[in-house]
C-alpha cells in the first residue's frame, strides 16, 4: 500500500495564542490537500486554540514534547493523555534542539515513543546528524544507533504507524539544505534499519520525512525521492510558503 505523504510544521517556540489563530486562518486555503496529511506541532500553550481554529479543515495538530509519565509530580512537563484529551494527533520527539538543550537521550526518548503509543498519539521522532559526524562518515551508524535505542522493545505493529524525521543538524534553520541524494541516502539507510530490525512489511509501512530547510523552492525534489514521505518543516511553517510546501 502506498504511504500517504505527510507534512508538519514545527513552530518551535514561536505564536502567541492569539498569533497561532492568525496564523491557522492565513494559512487555511493554501493547505487544502487530499493527499497529504498536514500538521501543526505548535507550542504547548497554542494547542488548545489552535485545535479549535483547525476544525473542521484537513490539518491536525500535534505537540513539541511530552513527558513518559501519565501524571504527577513532575512541574512544567505535560503527559501523553493531557495531550490526547486536548485533541492532540501527533508528537514530535527527539528534536534535535531537545536533545542538545535539555538533554534528551535515546533512552529517555524511548521511554516517551513508548507511552505515546500508549494514550494513542503518533510520533515523529526525530534523527540527525552533526556537520562533525557527516565529515568523520559515521552519519549512518550515528543514525541507526539513534533509531535502534529510541525503538527498543517497541512493536512492528506501532513502527509501522510511526512517523521517523531525518534532519541533519547542519541543516536545521541554517538556510543548507542536504541536496536530495544525500537526503534520501539517509531516508533510505533508516528504511533498511527498520527492515532489519523488523520486517519488509514494517520497513515500507513507516513514513520518514526529511527536514532541514526545507522551502517551497526545494521541497518538490526532495520529496520526489523514493524514501522520503514528506517533510518536517521549521522557519517556512510559520509564514505561506508552506502552503507551496504541502503542494509541491
Ligand atoms: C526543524 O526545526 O525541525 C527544521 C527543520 O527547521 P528549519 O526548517 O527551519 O530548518
Redesign the pocket.
Known amino acids: 500500500m502506498a504511504r500517504k505523504r505527510i507534512v508538519a510544521g514545527?513552530w518551535?517556540m514561536n505564536m502567541t495564542p492569539s498569533e497561532a489563530i492568525k496564523l491557522v486562518e492565513e494559512l487555511k486555503p493554501l493547505v487544502q490537500s487530499d493527499s497529504v496529511e498536514v500538521v501543526y506541532c505548535v507550542p504547548a500553550i497554542d494547542i488548545v486554540p489552535v485545535v479549535e481554529a483547525v476544525k473542521g479543515t484537513n490539518v491536525v495538530v500535534g505537540a513539541e514534547n511530552m513527558y513518559f509519565e501519565d501524571k504527577g509530580a513532575f512541574t512544567g512537563e505535560i503527559s501523553a493523555p493531557m495531550l490526547v484529551d486536548a485533541g492532540v494527533k501527533y508528537v514530535i520527539l527527539g528534536?534535535s534542539?531537545r536533545r542538545q538543550y535539555f538533554g534528551e537521550d535515546n533512552a529517555l526518548l524511548n521511554k516517551k515513543v513508548k507511552k505515546a503509543f500508549e494514550a494513542g498519539l503518533t510520533p515523529i521522532l526525530?534523527c540527525g546528524e552533526t556537520l562533525e559526524q557527516r565529515e568523520m562518515g559515521v552519519t549512518i551508524d550515528f543514525i541507526s544507533t539513534q533509531i535502534k535505542e529510541g525503538l527498543y522493545e517497541v512493536s512492528a505493529e506501532n513502527v509501522a504507524k510511526m512517523v521517523i524525521?531525518y534532519?541533519p543538524i547542519w541543516?536545521?534553520?541554517?538556510g543548507k539544505t542536504a541536496t536530495s541524494d544525500q537526503a534520501e541516502e539517509v531516508c533510505k539507510a533508516i528504511r533498511d534499519v527498520i527492515r532489519v530490525m523488523y520486517n519488509d512489511a514494517t520497513a515500507e509501512s513507516v513514513r520518514i520525512q526529511y527536514?532541514?530547510?526545507?522551502k517551497g523552492e526545494n521541497a518538490a525534489e526532495i520529496f520526489g525521492k523514493p524514501d522520503i514521505d514528506g517533510g518536517?518543516?521549521?522557519?517556512?511553517?510559520l509564514k505561506a510558503d508552506f502552503g507551496k510546501i504541502v503542494n509541491c
Open positions: 514545527n518551535k528534536h534542539e526525530c524525521a534532519e541543516a536545521i534553520g541554517t527536514g532541514g530547510s526545507v518536517l518543516v521549521g522557519g517556512a511553517a
